[in-house]
């Protein structure tokens, strides 16, 4: 087969339709709603109406054969502002919960009550990072013990940081149903709304990312249908049998959600670096000093240079993992890890520099490569830091059992 890197024309057309609305809606907003550290639920709207966010976008975008179509509206939308973009893109991991791990009949039932509409949107939440189980998945303390008599399952624990954690219409939680298999004893429940039981604190204040919600979670004694466990009990009990006669088990729940979602959180990080190193350049083409513009001199070119080269790199490396990822092809050398790993790295990067070449300017809320600068951090922490996405590879191309 010819290999090429030209965009199809519908692809292409995605793309300038997300980056119409990340520079016509996303942009304006950015600096107020990170200001207020508040939900921009107006942009929200503004997106489900225009059909950016919703079940629909995200099956079309998923259906792209070639795997690159979200990649690209995600770069589009967070190259308009990362904080906004979260709030609207936040739901997917949710999504990405229910379909790595549910049944078809649970995909058609809760993802779209994820989204709600346009005339009344709602989000969605993946909750299993907790206090003491960050990267340490299979330190999990939230329980799930199941009623027989009433078919119900029954939550207890705490979660830290879920995006949209509280305010969501559906939380999907990761809970461990026989803590002595660690993380293979673990399964991913959702909660329906309005579930006793289950509250949110507030919202937790943070360096960047400030438009989108991030809060603890706190379960208890929450009870759902026997039916809420993704991929059903008689597949749990399948898997837990297997796990405990020491056969090699499937991969638990929440790795499962973050092998799909690499690739696309990758896109979004070249989309913060991007925006900073285009802002930079232009910068450093009207910025004169000692009677020229700053771009002339060797440190401000190759510092740009620089930029743009690793922001392409990791641009390939996350197309690379997304198609693969469409195309069942694995990752036998943690090509997904690879991908997040690059891109989380080079969007502190290139935002620090594009810091950097502004100066004093830099520094100040008036320049938005600030608030880019303050946005790219948690992009080598969120969904695996650098050191796990290194820790996948090293594993996968050694073979050995690295800690």
């Not at 290999?3 to 980056?19: G, P, T």
């Not at 489900?48 to 998923?62: Q, S």
């Not at 740009?304 to 790199?313: F, K, P």
Request: proline fraction near 5%; include cysteine.
């Amino acid at each position: 087969m010819e290999f090429w890197l030209d965009l199809n024309e519908e692809q292409r057309d995605l793309r300038e339709w997300v980056h119409g609305f990340a520079e016509g809606v996303v942009r304006p907003a950015a600096a107020e709603w990170d200001e207020r550290e508040e939900t921009p639920w107006p942009v929200i709207q503004e997106a489900a109406k225009i059909g950016l966010y919703g079940f629909e976008f995200l099956a079309n975008t998923w259906s792209d054969p070639t795997g690159l179509s979200l990649p690209l509206a995600n770069e589009e939308l967070f190259w308009g502002d990362a904080g906004i973009g979260m709030a609207i893109s936040g739901t997917a991991l949710a999504v990405a919960a229910i379909y790595g791990s549910g049944t078809p009949e649970q995909l058609v039932e809760w993802v779209p009550q994820c989204f709600g509409d346009a005339a009344d949107p709602k989000v969605g939440a993946f909750c299993t990072t907790e206090p003491e189980a960050g990267s340490d998945v299979a330190a999990m303390r939230t329980r799930a013990r199941y009623d027989q008599a009433k078919d119900e399952w029954v939550l207890t624990g705490q979660k830290a940081y879920a995006t949209n954690g509280g305010i969501a219409e559906v939380h999907v939680v990761t809970a461990s149903v026989d803590p002595e298999l660690g993380a293979r004893g673990q399964a991913a429940f959702v909660v329906p709304p309005g579930t006793p039981g289950l509250a949110g604190t507030r919202k937790l204040r943070k360096l960047g990312l400030r438009a989108s919600h991030t809060a603890d979670i706190f379960l208890d004694e929450v009870r759902v249908p026997g039916s809420c466990l993704l991929g059903g009990k008689e597949a749990l009990d399948e898997r837990l049998a297997r796990a405990r006669s020491g056969q090699r088990a499937s991969r638990q729940a929440a790795m499962r959600t973050f092998e799909l979602s690499r690739p696309a959180v990758g896109a979004q990080a070249i989309g913060i670096a991007r925006a900073a190193y285009e802002y930079a350049l232009e910068y450093a083409r009207t910025r004169v000093q000692f009677g020229r513009p700053i771009i002339e001199n060797q440190a401000i070119a190759f510092a740009l240079a620089d930029m743009r080269t690793e922001i392409d790199a990791a641009r390939l490396l996350v197309w690379r993992a997304a198609w693969m990822g469409r195309n069942d092809r694995p990752f036998t050398a943690g090509e997904g890890s690879m991908s997040k790993l690059k891109a989380g790295e080079v969007a502190v990067a290139t935002t620090e520099k594009a810091v950097q070449i502004l100066g004093g300017a830099g520094y100040l809320r008036d320049h938005p490569v600030e608030r880019m600068y303050r946005d790219a951090k948690i992009y080598t922490i969120f969904e695996g830091t650098s050191e796990i996405q290194r820790l996948v590879i090293s594993r996968a191309i050694s073979g050995m059992p690295i800690r």
